[in-house]
Nanobody, 124 residues
């Protein structure tokens, strides 16, 4: 059974850092595109960062470029999202997702498998 479990969320002050982890089971991680998405109350889910199933090509939401880094560790079946210089507008529930596609996708539609989400709150 394919599962994704996020962890690492919490409350952090503006300018702080968090590292989110997405532990995966039931599939070969390097055969799937992986994306991190977020959803704030009353807003649509948006793609934050994603990594290709073919190579290490990555794509980032413009507002997080230079602050967030996505990385996969195939040996540990885990994908990470390092978030630095956090801002209050980064507050949301963060989800990781897997898509059985060749390539990369920064929109939710191609992703078939989702974790339960982890809350990130940036506030002083």
């Amino acid at each position: 059974q394919l599962q994704l479990v996020e962890s690492g969320g919490g409350l952090v002050q503006p300018g702080g850092s968090l590292r989110l982890s997405c532990a995966t089971t039931g599939f070969t991680l390097d055969s799937y595109a992986i994306g991190w998405f977020r959803q704030a109350p009353g807003q649509e889910r948006e793609g934050v960062a994603c990594i290709s199933s073919i190579d290490d090509t990555t794509h980032y939401l413009e507002s997080v470029k230079g602050r967030f880094t996505i990385r996969r560790d195939n040996a540990k079946n885990t994908v990470y999202l390092q978030m630095d210089s956090l801002k209050p507008e980064d507050t949301a529930v963060y989800y990781c997702a897997a898509a059985a596609i060749k390539g990369i996708a920064n929109i939710p539609a191609p992703y078939d498998y989702w974790g339960q989400g982890t809350q990130v709150t940036v506030s002083s």
